[in-house]
Nanobody, 117 residues
Framework: VQLQASGGGLVQPGGSLRLSCAALASDFTLENYAIGWFRQAPGKEREGVSCVRGINGDTYYVDSVKGRFTTSRDNAKNTVYLQMNSLKPEDTAVYYC?????????WGQGTQVTVSS
């Protein structure tokens, strides 16, 4: 396992969480990779949520989270974040981060996000 996602938890609808994706090895530089956030809810397929490219930092979001989620890099900390605001019950899932650079790709262990009152 090269990546570790963290920051999940239980939050009420309308609340916020910030997920972190960190490299576990000191020689694994996330800045060189496109970092994607994915989620998988019970009984559903894993879906892509967001991505930040490695080259130019462009970001992409699935329509269901646009305007609510923001992904960003802190290269000094070798960490990528997913800021999640205005959370909804349908955002409940295990969230994973993924790093890709050409044929190289790595998955991290997931973190559970539960949105419930």
């Amino acid at each position: 396992v090269q990546l570790q996602a963290s920051g999940g938890g239980l939050v009420q609808p309308g609340g916020s969480l910030r997920l972190s994706c960190a490299a576990l090895a000191s020689d694994f530089t996330l800045e060189n990779y496109a970092i994607g956030w994915f989620r998988q809810a019970p009984g559903k397929e894993r879906e892509g949520v967001s991505c930040v490219r490695g080259i130019n930092g462009d970001t992409y979001y699935v329509d269901s989270v646009k305007g609510r989620f923001t992904t960003s890099r802190d290269n000094a900390k070798n960490t990528v974040y997913l800021q999640m605001n205005s959370l909804k019950p349908e955002d409940t899932a295990v969230y994973y981060c993924h790093a890709q650079d050409g044929p190289l790709n790595f998955w991290g262990q997931g973190t559970q996000v539960t949105v419930s009152s």
